[in-house]
């Protein structure tokens, strides 16, 4: 981990318009749960059924893209990475300090909205605040790396992931069974699934993969992605104005 | 004294050789890469910086190859042609962050140091987002200076200045130089490369056409066959007029103008004027066929 490059990393994830995106999100989702504790007098299976629906499928991987994409997209295409590329620093080192800077604004505007909301949308002993919290923050994890890397591949990254997002995951996910095992939002909600127990299937807190299966899919996906940004900074051509 | 030797070069992109077979070596001193826009400056400049691999052949720092290999940025300093910068930060944040990245021992000294040097000072507590072409040049300039680099890369690094900064930043150059650093810098104009530079390096067309000190290239450049079309008032007279002086080695007669092919550009245009007073034949139009730099580099190309 390089600390200038992650100073520098953050400085521009919160110094500009996108921030301001980024916080509308987790917001809105706020202003949401108080609505629905007004209008459901704070009913567990209303709240599990908001974080479902509107904060794990839509607020979550928007916020992680638009993070994740927004730690490195921006210098690839203006080619100011350059500045950090002509440094004795690993290529590794910058890609995992980008990373770990993004995972962690990912976490802060992500996991722990979304935590908060369970709480202020009506909970049972705290359990859907852990269940959907724990979710989240895995999935903070795991759609911001995916995206980081996405965004070093590619300068279509934002349209790329929003179409795996909500194309992939939400409507061919609604269709095809087999779509929602190779999708990151079921491998989080496993571990939420789990926690929310015996009530989990009462609210409707359901994984179409096992605990265990879940955990490694996310594992193995974050370190691979991971990986391959790093491999991929290392041999990423910038040329400037031509 | 570092040297980067390109050996065999060539570099494409799909169907298109920005780089054809370049043998060069950069050593100390100041070293200008000329050519036109879309020569393979850039391409060149990349890869002797290792932001871009070779298709074939090899680019060597002092012995090892300047891709996939970071340690290269200890002895390499990196002026990029891109403006974008990080608008938000101050000048001095800019010059301190890249110090910092460099893990120099005194990266505040070092900061300052370079900023002195592009002549910074007074601007330094301004967003670069303020900042003026010029001076995003000279603050970029300094965070390529802030590790005292054996070797400094340039692209382009006169575009958007005004003469005063130009002359500064070519005072600096020589400094740098002075100092036994290896220093390259590309540029379109002749002009600018000629004053500063030690060695010329002609790329055309993503050839390595001419190579060697500015009496060489320019002598190269000025001796070749100048095309102009002429129309007077007497075509025919001025013609034999033209032929008999003998600065010029060929004429042709068109329907309404003359073709004048000259090899020594300094004797014709110098004769031209004194043959139409003296046989008051009145000139109505001189036009230099093929002055763009395109066509002088293309001729040094073909030769």
Redesign the interface.
């Known amino acids: 981990m390089?600390p200038?490059?992650m100073?520098?990393t953050a400085?521009?994830l919160l110094?500009?318009r996108r921030a301001i995106l980024f916080a509308l999100l987790p917001g809105i989702l706020l202003i949401v749960a108080g609505s629905t504790r007004w209008g459901s007098s704070a009913d567990p299976w209303a709240t599990a059924h908001m974080l479902h629906n509107f904060a794990m499928s839509t607020v979550l991987p928007l916020v992680c893209l638009i993070i994740g994409t927004g730690a490195i997209g921006p210098e690839i295409e203006?080619?100011?990475i350059?500045?950090?590329?002509?440094?004795?620093?690993?290529?590794t080192t910058i890609a995992l300090s980008k990373l770990v800077v993004a995972v962690s604004t990912a976490l802060a505007m992500g996991a722990v909205p979304i935590a908060l909301a369970g709480a202020i949308a009506g909970d049972w002993h705290w359990k859907l605040t852990l269940a959907y919290g724990t979710s989240a923050a895995l999935g903070a994890v795991a759609y911001t790396t995916v995206f980081f890397t996405l965004a070093v591949f590619t300068r279509n990254a934002i349209i790329s992931g929003l179409i795996y997002a909500l194309f992939w995951e939400g409507v061919i996910g609604g269709y095809v069974p087999g779509v929602r095992v190779l999708s990151i939002r079921q491998w989080i909600l496993a571990p939420a699934e789990e926690i929310a127990m015996p009530q989990a299937s009462t609210w409707g807190v359901s994984s179409q993969v096992g605990l265990s299966t879940g955990l490694v899919l996310i594992v193995i996906t974050t370190v691979l992605a991971a990986a391959l940004a790093a491999r991929r900074l290392?041999?990423?051509?910038?040329?400037?104005?031509? | 004294m570092s040297t980067i030797t390109l050996t065999d070069v060539s570099r494409w992109f799909g169907n298109v050789v920005a780089a054809n077979d370049v043998t060069m070596e950069i050593g100390p001193g100041i070293t200008g890469l000329l050519g036109p826009n879309g020569a393979g400056k850039t391409t060149l400049i990349s890869m002797m910086g290792g932001f871009l691999a070779p298709s074939a052949g090899t680019v060597l720092l002092d012995g090892a190859s300047t891709w996939r290999n970071p340690e290269i940025y200890r002895t390499i300093g990196i002026v990029p042609e891109t403006e974008a910068a990080y608008d938000m930060m101050t000048g001095w944040q800019f010059v301190l962050a890249n110090a910092l990245l460099h893990e120099l021992e005194y990266p505040e000294a070092a900061a300052n140091a370079a900023i002195d040097a592009v002549d910074m000072a007074a601007a330094q507590d301004r967003t670069i987002g303020t900042y003026s072409k010029g001076m995003k040049q000279r603050i970029k300039m300094a965070t390529s200076l802030v590790h005292q680099p054996q070797i400094l890369l340039l692209d382009e690094p006169f575009n958007g200045m005004d003469p005063r900064q130009r002359l500064h930043l070519m005072d600096l150059l020589r400094s740098l130089a002075a100092d036994g650093r290896t220093i390259l810098f590309s540029s379109h104009i002749l002009e600018e490369v000629e004053v500063v530079a030690d060695t010329i390096e002609v790329m055309v067309a993503g050839r390595h056409a001419a190579s060697g000190n500015f009496r060489k290239i320019r002598r190269l450049m000025t001796e070749r066959p100048h095309r102009y079309t002429v129309r007077s008032s007497d075509n025919r007279a001025l013609a034999a007029a033209i032929i008999a002086e003998g600065s010029a080695n060929a004429v042709s007669l068109a329907a309404d103008r003359i073709d004048v092919e000259a090899s020594d550009f300094g004797a014709f245009v110098h004769a031209l004027p004194r043959l139409s007073h003296k046989s008051k034949i009145r000139l109505l139009d001189v036009t230099p066929a093929d002055e763009s730099l395109e066509s002088v580099f293309s001729y040094l190309v073909a030769r």
């Open positions: 390089n200038v490059i100073r520098l400085r521009s110094g500009r203006d080619g100011s350059v500045y950090l590329l002509a440094k004795p620093i690993s290529r290392q041999t990423i051509s910038v040329r400037g104005g031509e």
